[in-house]
C-alpha cells in the first residue's frame, strides 16, 4: 500500500504530460464514477483505476493496475494486482486526470460499471446518500453539483438534519442569494438557535443590499454561535459591508465584534484593521 501510495504522491508532483491520446483535463471531483488515467513522463507506465465517493471516506480512488503505450497506440496493462485493487483516498486538489474512453476498456480489461460498485449504490435513493454527497460537493467548491442531490432531497423531505444549512450554502455559493433567503426563512422557526443559519441568511442579505435585515441575522448568529472563529466571520461579513457604504457608526461597532473574537495576526483581523485606517481619513 505505501508503495501505491508513493506512486500517486509522485504522479500527483509531477502530472506531466504525454501523448497517449487521451485528454487530462478532469480534476478528482469531476470524475465521480468514472475510470480515469494519470498522466506520466513518455514512455512510462500509466496509474489507472476508478473514483467513486464512499459516504464515510469521501471521493476515493479504486487503483486497478498500470499500462504503457505501444508505438502503434494500443494500451498495453501491466501484471494483475495480487489484492485485485487497492483503494485510496483522495483529496480534492487540481490534478488533472484523463476520462478513460469506452472504447478502450477492452485493452485494459475493465468494465463500466465495475461489479463492485452496485454495493455502493445500494443507497441511492435515500435521503441520507443525497444530503451526504451534496456535503460533498460544496466542500469541494462543487456546489451546482451538489445541487443535484440536495434539491432532489428538499423535495422529499425538507426537514432531513443538515439539508437546508447544505442546500442555503450551495445557493449562496452559486449567489442565488434569494434563493438561499427562501430555504432560511423557512428553516429558521424550526431552528432558532441554530448560528450556521443566520450566517448563511445574513451573508445573502448583504449581497442583496438589504443591510438592516442583515445586521439584525448577524446579531442572532452572534447569540447563538458557540465558536469564536463562527462569530467573527459574521462580524467581518458585515463589517465589510458597513466599510463599503462607508458607514463610520455600524462598521465601528461591528469592528469592534472582529477584533474580540479574531485572532492577531488572522486575515479578518488584519483586514479589519486596514479598513478602520482607510475609512478613518
Known amino acids: 500500500m505505501r508503495s ?54 469521501g471521493l476515493t480512488f479504486d487503483y486497478k493496475g498500470n499500462f504503457t503505450i505501444a508505438a502503434d497506440g494500443k494500451l498495453i496493462p501491466g501484471k494483475p494486482l495480487e489484492n485485485g485493487s487497492y483503494k485510496v483516498r483522495l483529496q480534492p486538489n487540481n490534478v488533472q486526470v484523463a476520462w478513460i474512453p469506452a472504447e478502450r476498456y477492452d485493452e485494459l480489461g475493465i468494465k463500466d460499471p465495475p461489479d463492485w460498485l452496485h454495493h455502493y449504490k445500494e443507497t441511492e435513493d435515500s435521503i441520507g446518500r443525497m444530503v451526504r454527497w451534496g456535503y460533498y460537493y460544496n466542500h469541494w467548491s462543487e456546489s451546482a453539483k451538489a445541487l443535484t442531490y440536495l434539491e432532489k432531497a428538499y423535495q422529499l423531505d425538507p426537514n432531513y438534519e443538515g439539508l437546508e444549512f447544505e442546500l442555503s450554502y450551495a445557493y449562496n455559493a452559486l449567489e442565488r442569494f434569494q434563493d438561499a433567503i427562501t430555504v432560511l426563512t423557512k428553516a429558521i422557526p424550526k431552528k432558532p438557535d441554530n448560528c450556521l443559519y443566520y450566517k448563511e441568511l445574513s451573508y445573502a442579505q448583504i449581497h442583496l443590499d438589504l443591510i438592516s435585515d442583515a445586521d439584525l441575522a448577524c446579531q442572532k448568529g452572534m447569540e447563538f454561535c458557540p465558536d469564536d472563529a463562527l462569530k467573527c466571520e459574521i462580524a467581518y461579513n458585515i463589517a465589510y459591508r458597513y466599510f463599503k457604504v462607508r458607514d463610520k457608526v455600524n462598521f465601528e461597532r461591528w469592528k469592534k465584534e472582529v477584533k474580540k473574537y479574531g485572532t492577531e495576526g488572522s486575515q479578518f483581523t488584519e483586514n479589519i484593521k486596514i479598513m478602520e485606517k482607510e475609512i478613518a481619513k
Open 4 to 57: 501505491i501510495l508513493f506512486i500517486l504522491t509522485l504522479l500527483v508532483l509531477t502530472n506531466a504530460s504525454a501523448q497517449t491520446g487521451f485528454t487530462y483535463n478532469k480534476r478528482f471531483v469531476q470524475s465521480e464514477d468514472k475510470w480515469v488515467a494519470f498522466s506520466a513522463p513518455k514512455d512510462s507506465s500509466h496509474i489507472f483505476g476508478f473514483i467513486y465517493i464512499d459516504a464515510q471516506a
